[in-house]
C-alpha cells in the first residue's frame, strides 16, 4: 500500500524531518531549468494560453523543474478539454433526444422519425474526467491552496498580488 505524498515545507512549525527533506530536495534540484514560459510548439488556444500563464508562476516556486513538463502539458491539454466539453454543453445541453427513422420498406424513402427517449451528452462525461484530471495534476503541481500554501513557503517571493487561480487561469478577464 501507497502511503502519504511526502510534505513539501520549509517551515519552522512543521517537523524537522520534513524541512530536512525539502531542502535536500531543493539543494539537489538546484541545478535544474524550470519549465519554459514558451508553451510546446504543438499547443493552441486556450492549452497555449493556459502554459503561458502557469508557467512563469510555477517558475517561482523554485520547486516544479523541467522534470515535470509532462504534467504541466497534461494539464493545460485537460483544461483545454474541460472548456470545450462546457461550452458543448452549454450550447447543447446535457441531454440529447433520440429519434428512430421510419422508412419505408419499398421505396427507402423516410416516411417519419419517432421519438424514444434522452441521451446523456458525451460532453458531461469529457468534462467529469477532464474536471477530475484537473484536480489531480494541479495538486502536483502546487495549484491547489493547500499545495500552494506549502509551495509558497519555499519561495523566496513574499509578495502576494492577490489573484486567485481562477484569475489566473482566465487571465486578464478575456475569453478563451
Known amino acids: 500500500m501507497v502511503g502519504r505524498k511526502p ?5 519552522k512549525n512543521d517537523r524537522k524531518y520534513q524541512r530536512d527533506r525539502t531542502q535536500k530536495m531543493i539543494d539537489s534540484t538546484k541545478d535544474m531549468d524550470g519549465i519554459p514560459n514558451e508553451a510546446p510548439k504543438y499547443f493552441k ?5 493556459t502554459w503561458e500563464r502557469l508557467a512563469p508562476i ?3 516556486s523554485e520547486v516544479v523543474k523541467i522534470s515535470d513538463t509532462t504534467t504541466l502539458e497534461m494539464l493545460c491539454v485537460n483544461y483545454e478539454m474541460a472548456k470545450k466539453a462546457y461550452n458543448n454543453l452549454q450550447k447543447y ?4 433526444q433520440i ?6 420498406p419499398v421505396t427507402g424513402d423516410v416516411v417519419g422519425k419517432d421519438f424514444c427517449g434522452y441521451k446523456r451528452n458525451p460532453s458531461t462525461q469529457i468534462l ?8 489531480s495534476l494541479a495538486a502536483e503541481l502546487g495549484l491547489t491552496p493547500a499545495s500552494r500554501a506549502q509551495l509558497l513557503k519555499l519561495s523566496d517571493d513574499d ?3 492577490g489573484q486567485s487561480m481562477d484569475d489566473i487561469l482566465a ?6
Open 93 to 96: 445541453g446535457q441531454v440529447n
Open 58 to 60: 510555477l517558475n517561482k
Open 159 to 161: 509578495s502576494d498580488d
Open 7 to 11: 510534505k513539501i515545507t520549509t517551515s
Open 171 to 176: 487571465g486578464s478577464g478575456d475569453e478563451f
Open 45 to 49: 488556444g486556450i492549452a497555449k494560453e
Open 99 to 104: 429519434y428512430r427513422t421510419l422508412v419505408n
Open 128 to 135: 467529469d474526467a477532464a474536471t477530475n484530471k484537473i484536480k
